[in-house]
C-alpha cells in the first residue's frame, strides 16, 4: 500500500517509462491487491496523454488485461487504447499473446470496440502463417469474439483451418 500511496500522491506519472506504469497495475491485478486510487491515477494519467506512441504492444496488453483482472471500470482507458491500436498502421509489431490477452480484456470488462475487435480479426485472417500463436492464444481470442458478441465467420474459419 505504501508503494500505491507514493504513486497517487505523485504530481505527475511523466516520469515514470509505460513499461512501469503497466507492470505496477499488472502486478497489484495478479497479487489480487486492491488500490482504487491507484488504478484511477494511472488510467486518467494515460487517458490524458497526448500521445501513446512511447507504449509498445506489450504495455497496452499487460494495461488494459490488469484492469480487466481487477474488475476496474474505466471505460475513458479503454476507449484510448482501443482507438490507439485501431490507428497504428498495422498490428505485425504484436505478439500473439498481446493480441489475445487484449480482446479478452475488452470481452472481460464488457466493454464494446468494434472498430479494435475488426482490425484485430482482419490482422489475423490476412496473416500468411499464424504458426507463431500457441494453443492459449487461440483460445482466448476465439473465446473474446464468442463472449462480446463479435461475429467475424473468416476469423473462426482461418483458426479452424489451422488448428
Not at 24 to 39: E, N, P, Q, R
Not at 107 to 126: C, G, M, R, Y
Request: glycine letters at 2%.
Amino acid at each position: 500500500e505504501k508503494v500505491a500511496n507514493h504513486i497517487v500522491e505523485s504530481k505527475s506519472l511523466n516520469q515514470f517509462y509505460p513499461q512501469a506504469i503497466s507492470n505496477i497495475v499488472w502486478a497489484y491485478a495478479t497479487a489480487d491487491v486492491s488500490h482504487a486510487k491507484l488504478f484511477e491515477k494511472v488510467a486518467n494519467h494515460i487517458v490524458e496523454s497526448k500521445s501513446l506512441d512511447r507504449f509498445i504492444p506489450q504495455d497496452f496488453s499487460n494495461t488494459i488485461w490488469a484492469y480487466a483482472t481487477a474488475g476496474v471500470r474505466h471505460p475513458s482507458l479503454f476507449e484510448k487504447v482501443a482507438n490507439h491500436i485501431v490507428e497504428s498502421k498495422s498490428l505485425n509489431q504484436f505478439y500473439p499473446q498481446a493480441i489475445s490477452n487484449i480482446v479478452w480484456a475488452y470481452a472481460t470488462a464488457d466493454v464494446s470496440h468494434a472498430k479494435l475487435f475488426e482490425k484485430v480479426a482482419n490482422h489475423i485472417v490476412e496473416s500468411k502463417s499464424l504458426d507463431r500463436f500457441i494453443p492459449q492464444d487461440f483460445s482466448n481470442t476465439i473465446w473474446a469474439y464468442a463472449t462480446a458478441g463479435v461475429r467475424h465467420p473468416s476469423l473462426f474459419e482461418k483458426v479452424a483451418n489451422h488448428i
